[in-house]
């Protein structure tokens, strides 16, 4: 590789509310291509869905609930920016809404323009126009109100020597709209009033806009910070004020609440490329989701692969199949050359893979681990597999030896070959610690547990206390290495699968009382 490498271009892009859909074209075809993101904690949680395996993935969050020492620095976040440019790599800095509405854009901007550094802006829906639309609240509407305001304010407003000037903020004569959390509410709706706006407008609160745990919550403006509080509102949420914010009560589009994990935050903690299953249906289901991965699935080098010799081939995870049908392809193969053979698949996840691939599983067993799969072979040993002498086992470099062996004793010769390896990735800081305080984290598998507890320990100290959230094993390998860690299991799935362990969720969920019986004060 040359040592002077042209600089990058930096991309500024907006990735929307937080509905995946309401991403923009653009934005996604950056995402897909760019080397490195730096994004946010508001960023659209299924954007990065969409980068490249293979593409460095920097959080440089400002969250203000987990304290300063969490957080990175503005000067950090553009530092790095310019140095991954200068290296020559294709950098997006994605951030949550608009990425020139009160997110710092435009510095950004500025100090790529300084560094003589090329860059483009993409434009994303800012969190307003998100929840003026999911909430059923027009902006604008003829005879109620022509202009919109949009006014951040985290600042105290009875702070001297505030930059808002609250006096015209109440005279102005349109909806306003600010961006900010709960936390001074109280004061902002103080100085508003007093500076001569009516207790009696309507006014509405917008929480997690455009996710499927939305909430929005309507009243008049005077009683707005005691339903906030009251309501227990959490970021990310925006407050509308103006004779607008009533129609939501005829224009509420979306049922609200109704989603059976809505409240709830839960912490996937398996690799990004596999986590995005899981995350989607658990946000579908409304719950907040954290992804902190911490293994990350890499394919080992690529090596033809001649399926001819094996009249059995077991794959043992959906992360196998397309690493397999590239050996395939590598061997001038296709799926025919699978059609003298029984496919073996250790459970559903496995088998639709390889559907995708029009390959249908002659072997599913029951308990997806491959104790379940042996047993399934054992007991059609004397009929229609009755035949078989070779098999291949594809899988994981450090998967459990139980397959391989186990069908050795059966009297069937087995290959092993070792389709790709899952190493340890870690998780950045801020993420271990939202996700160990999340309501629910959930272990997908042993190395999910080992890498995670190790990042743990070596962002909290070791203490295994940080671990407040409630524990999911997807099933008994699992829990028994969260055992060995000294961390007790509180819900197992009965099924070893996704949605085996989701149902185990939901289930504790609903006897607990619903999501209000989970949450700690
Ligand atoms: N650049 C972003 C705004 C960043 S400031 C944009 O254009 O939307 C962060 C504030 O935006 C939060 O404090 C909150 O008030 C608001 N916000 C961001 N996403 C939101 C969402 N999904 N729902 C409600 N408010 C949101």
């Not at 959080?59 to 310019?82: C, F, H, N, P, R």
């Not at 594809?394 to 092993?416: C, S, Y």
């Amino acid at each position: 590789m040359s040592e002077q490498r042209a600089p990058g271009r930096v991309y500024l892009v907006g990735a929307g509310p937080g509905a995946s859909g309401l991403l923009t074209l653009r934005a996604r075809e950056l995402i897909e291509g760019a080397d490195v993101i730096l994004y946010d904690r508001l960023i659209a949680p299924e954007a990065l869905d969409h980068a490249r395996p293979d593409a460095e993935l920097l959080y440089v969050g400002k969250d203000g609930a987990a304290g300063k020492d969490l957080s990175v620095a503005q000067e950090q976040t553009i530092a790095l920016m310019l140095e991954r440019a200068r290296a020559g790599r294709s950098v997006v800095r994605l951030k949550g809404g608009d990425p020139l509405l009160f997110g710092r854009g435009g510095e950004e901007a500025q100090a790529l323009a300084a560094a003589k550094i090329g860059f483009e802006i993409v434009p994303g829906i800012t969190a307003a126009l998100g929840a003026g639309a999911y909430a059923g609240i027009p902006l604008t509407q003829r005879h109620l109100a022509s202009a919109v305001a949009l006014v951040t304010a985290h600042e105290d407003p009875s702070k001297e020597g505030s930059d808002i000037d609250w006096e015209a903020l109440a005279r102005f004569p349109g909806t306003l709209v600010l961006y900010m959390g709960v936390r001074r509410l109280d004061a902002a709706v103080g100085a508003l009033i007093a500076g001569g706006r009516s207790g009696d407008e309507p006014a509405a609160i917008v929480e997690a806009a455009t996710l499927p745990h939305q909430r929005t919550l309507r009243c008049a403006l005077a009683q707005l910070p005691e339903l906030a509080r009251k309501a227990s509102v959490r970021a990310p949420a925006l407050t509308i004020i103006g004779a607008v914010a009533e129609l939501a009560d005829q224009l509420q589009w979306r049922a609200p609440g109704e989603l059976p994990l809505a409240g709830l935050s839960i912490a996937v903690t398996r690799a990004r490329a596999q986590a995005s299953a899981l995350a989607k249906r658990l946000r579908a289901l409304g719950a907040e989701v954290i992804e902190a991965p911490a293994i990350a699935i890499r394919e080992l080098a690529l090596q033809p692969l001649d399926p001819a010799p094996y009249d059995l081939i077991c794959l043992t995870s959906a992360n196998g199949v397309a690493p397999f049908f590239d050996r395939l392809a590598s061997a001038g193969c296709d799926a025919r050359s699978l059609a003298h053979a029984r496919v073996a698949a250790i459970g559903p996840g496995t088998a639709r893979a390889l559907f995708a691939r029009g390959i249908r599983a002659d072997l599913i067993p029951t308990r997806y681990v491959a104790e379940g799969l042996l047993e399934m072979i054992a007991e059609r040993r004397e009929g229609d597999l009755a035949h078989i002498s070779r098999a291949l086992v594809a899988r994981a470099r450090e998967a459990r030896e139980e397959l391989p062996q186990g069908l050795r004793a059966l009297g069937i010769e087995t290959d092993v070959v070792a389709l790709y390896e899952t190493v340890a990735v870690s998780p950045p800081r801020a993420l271990i610690g939202a996700a160990a305080g999340c309501d629910y984290i959930t272990f997908t598998s042993s190395s999910t547990v080992r890498n995670f507890l190790d990042a743990l320990g070596a962002a909290e100290g070791g203490d295994p206390e940080r671990l407040r959230a409630r524990v999911v094993s997807i099933g008994p390998v699992t829990s028994a290495q969260l055992a060995e860690r000294g961390v007790s299991v509180d819900v197992e799935a009965e099924r070893h699968d996704i949605e085996g362990l989701i149902d185990a969720l939901l289930a504790d969920v609903q006897a607990h009382g619903g999501a209000a019986g989970i949450k700690r004060p």
